[in-house]
């Protein structure tokens, strides 16, 4: 069993409707929590960073963490053919140690 | 933020040849982290690069494989040494300005013939 586990997709929704995204882990060492999207041929930026239990918001998009049931989330809102990319969680145990990445979702917003 | 420069952005390279990849950061970071992404896969650490010390590798990797230098706070290299097709991957520098968060380079994208 992989420590992060992630739902590959494809996901695809209309444009304008709320992506949700998941991740499960098996660690309850991991307090730092991070989502990055990756476009094809480019690196992966990142989106949201958290620590611990709770939410955060950043524009059209809100992070979850329920590290009770070791679950994390992402929701974009009034997504746009723009989002359509490759979704990656990362997640570790101290400040600027390194990253367990889980495998990706691939979503894909249709005009 | 880091923003941080890779070289090259891409090769062709022949099998059994080594080929260095550069990271260059506009600020100076004591964390540097080199990953690498194999087609259609997440991310997989190769090795942790401090400056002052010998690299940290993960399971899997060596050094005599993935020779790394970290001459500097700013810079870093990783060399893909006797390449195989096995090793056309997207090798990815990132850095963690202690804050916790990881900045990623745009990859250097290597196809092994």
């Known amino acids: 069993q992989k420590e992060v586990e992630q739902d590959p997709g494809p996901l695809s929704v209309p444009e304008g409707a709320i992506v949700s995204l998941n991740c499960t882990y098996s660690n309850s060492a991991f307090q730092y929590f991070m989502w990055y999207r990756q476009y094809s041929r480019k690196g992966p930026e990142l989106l949201m960073y958290?620590?611990?239990?709770g939410n955060k918001e950043d524009g059209r998009f809100t992070a979850q963490v329920d590290k009770s049931s070791k679950y994390i989330s992402l929701f974009i809102r009034d997504s746009q053919p723009s989002d359509s990319a490759t979704y990656l969680c990362a997640m570790s145990g101290a400040a600027g140690n390194k990253l367990t990445f889980g495998g990706g979702t691939r979503v894909l917003v249709k005009p | 933020s880091a923003v941080i420069s890779q070289k090259p952005s891409r090769d062709i390279c022949q099998r059994g040849t080594s080929l260095t990849i550069q990271c260059q950061v506009d600020?100076?970071?004591?964390?540097m982290f080199w990953y690498r992404q194999q087609p259609g896969q997440s991310l997989t650490l190769i090795a942790t690069?401090?400056?002052?010390?010998?690299?940290?590798?993960e399971s899997g990797f060596v050094i005599d494989k993935f020779p790394i230098s970290r001459p500097n706070l700013t810079f870093s290299t990783l060399t893909v040494s006797n390449m195989s097709p096995e090793d056309s991957s997207i090798y990815l520098c990132?850095?963690?300005?202690?804050?916790?968060?990881?900045?990623f380079g745009e990859g250097s994208r290597l196809t092994v013939l």
């Open positions: 600020s100076q970071v004591t964390m």
């Open positions: 690069a401090n400056q002052g010390s010998e690299a940290t590798y």
């Open positions: 990132s850095v963690s300005p202690n804050t916790g968060e990881l900045f």
């Open positions: 958290t620590y611990s239990s």
